[in-house]
């Protein structure tokens, strides 16, 4: 099993910035994909960025050049950090990680973090 606790969620200007943090635990050794997801009210589940254990990264159109994934292994965190953000950017933010065991793919979620971008 893999836990997944997300933190740094709110309410910021547009134009400002949020880093979230995904803070995992248990067997993390074999997990080979961490990424952010988000969901909007009434929108479907969207990948937002994600990264691999080499540390590949990968982001949705709409964040390339604001968003940067990024992840600290010696502290088993995952991290967000999303500039010059926009109302259309308020969602709630899940991470996610996906570990693979014997050749079975596992896939493990956060509670997620509410992200609102008003004036």
């Known amino acids: 099993q893999v836990q997944l606790v997300e933190s740094g969620g709110g309410l910021v200007q547009p134009g400002g910035s949020l880093r979230l943090s995904c803070a995992a635990s248990g067997n993390i050794f074999s997990i080979n994909v961490m990424g952010w997801y988000r969901q909007a009210p009434g929108k479907q589940r969207e990948l937002v960025a994600y990264?691999?254990?080499?540390?590949?990264?990968n982001y949705a159109d709409s964040v390339k050049g604001r968003f940067t994934i990024s992840r600290d292994n010696a502290k088993n965190t995952l991290y967000l950090q999303m500039n010059s953000l926009k109302p259309e950017d308020t969602a709630v933010y899940y991470c996610?990680?996906?570990?693979?065991?014997?050749?079975?793919?596992?896939?493990?979620w956060g509670q997620g973090t509410q992200v609102t971008v008003s004036s």
């Open positions: 996610n990680a996906e570990r693979s065991v014997l050749g079975t793919s596992y896939d493990y």
């Open positions: 990264i691999t254990s080499g540390g590949g990264t």
